[in-house]
């Protein structure tokens, strides 16, 4: 996957600057609601709410408080996983076989619930570029928040 793609996916900002320059250059081209062609911008602007909708789909819906259920959470502390590669011979190198054979590593990461205070430990999926960003796979309870417990641990099937 190449670096802008990699940007792409994992910059929020990115969505709000192009829906933005979208619209801009939308209304740039004529596509005013002031005009009598209304029809054309209404057509312009739902195609921006799709793309938009589509670009922020994507949000992990297992990267939840363990105790309260709140999406609420910001990350604390994580770690990188051993690095291993997707194709391995028996002793561990890379299968050069392969051309596409990326390195690829897991990540832990704690969060820490800005509901409840309760502390949460995700481990992600593998990934080229391992991080507190890409989706859940595990979600445990660290710490117990205040108040009493809505939440439950997870486990991917």
Not at 15 to 28: E, K, Q
Not at 113 to 140: G, I, M, S
């Amino acid at each position: 996957m190449g670096s802008i793609k990699k940007f792409i996916k994992e910059n929020k900002a990115f969505s709000y600057i192009s829906i933005t320059i979208t619209i801009l250059i939308l209304i740039g081209m004529g596509a005013n609601p002031d005009k009598a062609d209304a029809g054309n911008f209404f057509k312009y602007l739902i195609l921006v709410a799709v793309i938009y909708f589509l670009i922020n789909f994507k949000k992990d819906k297992n990267k939840i408080c363990a105790w309260c259920g709140s999406k609420d959470v910001s990350f604390q502390s994580g770690e990188e996983g051993e690095w291993t590669h997707r194709y391995t011979n028996k002793d561990g190198s890379a299968d050069l076989r392969y051309k596409d054979n990326p390195a690829t590593a897991s990540f832990s990461s704690l969060a820490l619930c800005k509901q409840c205070n309760a502390l949460t430990k995700f481990e992600h999926y593998e990934d080229e570029v391992p991080n507190f960003k890409r989706k859940v796979w595990k979600r445990t309870l660290e710490n117990k928040g205040s108040g009493e417990r809505l939440s439950s641990d997870w486990e991917s099937v």
